[in-house]
T-cell receptor, first 112, second 114 residues
Framework: ELKVEQNPLFLSMQEGKNYTIYCNYS?????LYWYRQDPGKSLESLFVLLSNGAVKQEGRLMASLDTKARLSTLHITAAVHDLSATYFCAVDMEGGSEKLVFGKGTKLTVNP | EPEVTQTPSHQVTQMGQEVILRCVPISNHLYFYWYRQILGQKVEFLVS????????KSEIFDDQFSVERPDGSNFTLKIRSTKLEDSAMYFC????????????FGPGTRLTVL
């Protein structure tokens, strides 16, 4: 059974600081997804990582994937208040399964 | 920009009643999904649907649940006899056929079972 673990689950940081969210998964997968969710809202796709060593950046967020370590990171650079949200990583299994298995999410609060 | 839409945004029902949640996926997408999120918890897969049939379902998706694509645009989730524990946010998602499987989520329907 595929398991996805994120840490930390809660993150409070000051504006301007850097931090990294980690996502570990338990079985082989070549595809990893990061989503953002604002309170009471839907899931917004941030990044799709498709291969080992993939790195993608959008604004102050950068995501990477190491399939050998079964690890993805979401790095936040010089955080701003607008980044406050819950961030989920999700993985789908190799072998044709299309379902996404989500981590528990990291609730990020950026304080002024 | 094309998006997944869902109706209603909020549904309140009595335990034991049937509910139908509706979704309109992105028009050129071929895979459709339902997920649910109990308040404050992670997002859980319910079912995937392709080529007019269920391609995968989770343990949560028991005989009380069914999905249908009644026409060329709508995708529905029916819960036959709701239970208190069915209270959750239900998200519909869709994706293209291809290697990416990037799933685009609708705004969700909040289901409250009393």
């Amino acid at each position: 059974e595929l398991k996805v673990e994120q840490n930390p689950l809660f993150l409070s940081m000051q504006e301007g600081k850097n931090y990294t969210i980690y996502c570990n998964y338990s079985t082989t997968s070549d595809r990893l997804y990061w989503y953002r969710q604002d309170p009471g809202k839907s899931l917004e796709s941030l990044f799709v990582l498709l291969s080992n060593g993939a790195v993608k950046q959008e604004g102050r967020l950068m995501a990477s994937l190491d399939t050998k370590a079964r690890l993805s990171t979401l790095h936040i650079t010089a955080a701003v208040h607008d980044l406050s949200a819950t961030y989920f990583c999700a993985v789908d299994m190799e072998g044709g399964s299309e379902k996404l298995v989500f981590g528990k999410g990291t609730k990020l609060t950026v304080n002024p | 920009e094309p998006e997944v839409t869902q109706t209603p945004s909020h549904q309140v029902t009595q335990m034991g009643q049937e509910v139908i949640l509706r979704c309109v996926p992105i028009s050129n997408h071929l895979y459709f999904y339902w997920y649910r999120q109990i308040l404050g918890q992670k997002v859980e897969f319910l079912v995937s649907f392709y080529n007019n049939e269920i391609s995968e379902k989770s343990e949560i998706f028991d005989d009380q649940f069914s999905v249908e694509r009644p026409d060329g645009s709508n995708f529905t989730l029916k819960i036959r006899s709701t239970k208190l524990e069915d209270s959750a946010m239900y998200f519909c998602a869709s994706s293209e056929l291809g290697p990416y499987n990037e799933q685009f989520f609708g705004p969700g329907t909040r289901l409250t079972v009393l």
